[in-house]
Antibody, heavy 120, light 107 residues
Framework: EVQLVESGGGLVQPGRSLRLSCAASGFTFDDYAMHWVRQAPGKGLEWVSGISWNSGDIGYADSVKGRFTISRDNAKNSLYLQMNSLRAEDTALYYC?????????????WGQGTMVTVSS | DIQMTQSPSSLSASVGDRVTITCRASQSIDSYLNWYQQKPEKAPKLLIYAASSLQSGVPSRFSGSGSGTDFTLTISSLQPEDFATYYCQQSYITSYTFGQGTRLEIK
């Protein structure tokens, strides 16, 4: 069974950092690009960042560029999101998502999400 | 960034109804358009990719069409499990934006 399990969310003060992780199983992890997509409480969906299978192609939404860093460890079947200089507007449920193809930016499989709350 | 606008924002319908949701892009995105279904407290689910390709395992009552800037998602005969929020998303260019969502409710 294809599965993505996020972890690392929590309550953090503005300006601080947090690192999210996503553990993948049930598929050949290094065949696919991976993404982070977030959803603020009661709001819609926002793509945050994506990374190709070999980390050679990485992209960020303008809203997080320069503050967030995506990475992956294919040996550990894991995806990460390092979030620095957090702001109140970063408060959201963060989903890890598997790309449908190599780097199509269609989000095929989603985890259950990990909640990040930025508040003093 | 490309803006994605869905209409309507909410819709009431009955089991068995045929329902159409539209999505308009602020510039041409060819056929790089995907549709998702999200139920309360659940992660989104990919229904349609590349505007009209049905994702494996998705019932055939769901269909998608369009290209360029105008797209539609059609549910041919609503079932009780279809009441949810639907999002379109462009996969043409960063920032791979989503529409604001269409909430489909039971009449």
């Amino acid at each position: 069974e294809v599965q993505l399990v996020e972890s690392g969310g929590g309550l953090v003060q503005p300006g601080r950092s947090l690192r999210l992780s996503c553990a993948a199983s049930g598929f050949t992890f290094d065949d696919y690009a991976m993404h982070w997509v977030r959803q603020a409480p009661g709001k819609g969906l926002e793509w945050v960042s994506g990374i190709s299978w070999n980390s050679g192609d990485i992209g960020y939404a303008d809203s997080v560029k320069g503050r967030f860093t995506i990475s992956r460890d294919n040996a550990k079947n894991s995806l990460y999101l390092q979030m620095n200089s957090l702001r109140a507007e970063d408060t959201a449920l963060y989903y890890c998502a598997k790309d449908l193809l190599s780097y199509s930016h269609a989000f095929h499989i989603w985890g259950q999400g990990t909640m990040v709350t930025v508040s003093s | 960034d490309i803006q994605m606008t869905q209409s309507p924002s909410s819709l009431s319908a009955s089991v068995g109804d045929r329902v159409t949701i539209t999505c308009r892009a602020s510039q041409s995105i060819d056929s790089y358009l995907n549709w998702y279904q999200q139920k309360p407290e659940k992660a989104p689910k990919l229904l349609i990719y590349a505007a009209s390709s049905l994702q494996s395992g998705v019932p055939s009552r769901f269909s998608g069409s369009g290209s360029g800037t105008d797209f539609t998602l059609t549910i041919s005969s609503l079932q009780p499990e279809d009441f949810a929020t639907y999002y379109c998303q462009q996969s043409y260019i960063t920032s791979y934006t989503f529409g604001q969502g269409t909430r489909l409710e039971i009449k």
